[in-house]
């Protein structure tokens, strides 16, 4: 769907109404509510089934049919072990009416000077997507996201606002209102520290503008490790601010190609996209010299990558 | 119950009272019709953000009285507010449902 930035979006159509109304029918019950309530509070982090049989009050009959419900119309997604999800689709639209995100937006005091900063940023830059509301609440939770994981939190602010800026992007061309005339290409490791890393910035510099690349990790580290930096620069690849973050749906439903290594069965899968799993050890603790044998492995298959996207590989496209 | 004493308060993670989530509920069984869905879209788009029955009416191509009718149940919930101009009748949306209808017709 083509998007035209400056002008407001039309309203809805009569099928696009009758899409949502069967959505929301499917929410529209008080243990629906309160389900979907407890999934969008983990913002798309997986919430054990047992859980939500817990905190609940209703039959596990009664939970079960919600659940499958919401799975149908696509507002909850199953994830691996027993789990579910909120789809991104309805953080965005439905935590306001569900009570979760405050109505107006919360007084710009509230937040730290650095995040709201960010926000506020973000929200010229989102402008013609996504709503005031949508952008803080983004910052926000992005925050939280890595502050639960963060050893040093000196530069927290900063993060969350490139992972703010990184989801909603993504979040956007999840939805289509982005022109996503480049591939969109996602690397996934476990610690987003060292594999994804080197991947990633390859292929930018080898692809420049012809590619959106994004990296993320299934449990990530504290930082990217220092001998990744040298392999790197030893090979001629800047290395761009890039930091470890967890693994987000939207990244991954934004994505033409998901790449992972060592960690294929923590990814989500949804249809249309195109998965690979590259079997790569993990340089973590190893000497340089296997560091450097890991880096030449996946520069190697980024290169065929590269080729098989058909991206031009001029050096003066890269950053 | 599920509760962890040990976490950081969190504002939205409030258990929810039976009542509140009753209220919601019935919001969305409001919100989960086809025209009430297009009607508000249309109140959203409009410029002034406010739009009369006819108008809404010759948009979605639907009778007045019908109009008149899902406008009621919007009115009802608190979802769209109602003011009589001259003949016309006037619809927009509820100045605290605002966000939430934005967010939802996204």
Redesign the interface.
């Known amino acids: 769907m083509r998007h035209a930035p400056t002008t ?7 099928v696009g ?2 899409s ?3 959505r ?2 499917a ?8 389900l979907l ?1 407890r999934l969008v ?1 983990a913002s798309g982090r997986p919430v054990a089934d047992a ?1 939500l049989h ?2 609940v ?1 209703a039959s596990a009959e009664e939970i079960d049919d919600r659940i499958s419900a919401m799975v149908r119309v696509g507002l909850i997604l199953p994830s691996p072990g027993l789990r579910h999800r909120a789809a991104p689709d309805a953080i ?14 919360a007084p710009r005091d509230e937040l730290p000077p650095a995040l709201r900063r960010t926000a506020e940023l973000l929200t010229t830059r989102f402008a013609s997507i ?2 005031e ?2 952008v803080r609440r983004y910052v926000i939770e992005s925050y939280r996201l890595l502050a639960e994981r963060a050893t040093v939190t000196a530069h927290l602010p900063t993060l969350a606002g490139r992972f703010a800026t990184e989801r909603l992007g993504a979040l956007a061309s999840a939805q289509g209102l982005t022109l996503a005339t480049t591939p969109e290409v996602l690397f996934v490791c476990t610690r987003n520290a060292a594999r994804s890393q080197i991947a990633a910035a390859s292929l930018r510099h080898l692809g420049g503008a012809g590619v959106h690349v994004r990296t993320a990790g299934t449990t990530p580290a504290a930082r990217i490790d220092p001998l990744i930096e040298r392999v790197l620069t030893e090979a001629g690849i800047p290395l761009p601010a890039e930091f470890p973050k967890p693994l987000t749906d939207e990244a991954v439903r934004a994505a033409d190609f998901v790449i992972t290594m060592g960690c294929g069965d923590a990814c989500p899968v949804y249809p249309g996209r195109r998965y690979l799993d590259w079997p790569v050890d993990d340089p973590a603790g190893r000497t340089i010299e296997e560091v450097r044998r890991v880096r030449d492995q996946i520069i190697g298959r980024v290169a065929s990558l590269a080729d098989e996207l058909g991206i031009a590989r001029p050096a003066s496209a890269t950053r | 119950m599920h509760s962890s004493p040990d976490r950081q308060p969190d504002p939205g993670e409030q258990p929810l009272e039976r009542s509140d989530a009753e209220g919601i509920a019935r919001t969305l069984r409001v919100l989960a019709d086809p025209t009430r869905l297009q009607m508000l879209s249309l109140i959203l788009t409009s410029d002034s953000g406010e739009v009369t029955i006819g108008e809404l009416a010759d948009a979605i191509g639907f009778r007045q009285p019908t109009i008149t009718h899902h406008a009621g149940i919007l009115v009802d919930d608190g979802v769209v507010e109602r003011s009589v101009r001259g003949r016309q009748v006037w619809l927009s949306i509820a100045s605290d449902r605002l966000g939430a209808v934005r967010d939802l017709l996204r």
């Open positions: 407001a979006a039309p309203p809805i159509d009569a109404a009758r949502l109304a069967t929301l029918a929410v529209a019950d008080p243990v629906a509510v309160a309530r509070i859980d817990d905190g009050e965005i639209t439905l935590a306001t009416v569900l009570g979760v995100a405050a109505d107006t937006p996504f709503s509301e949508t």
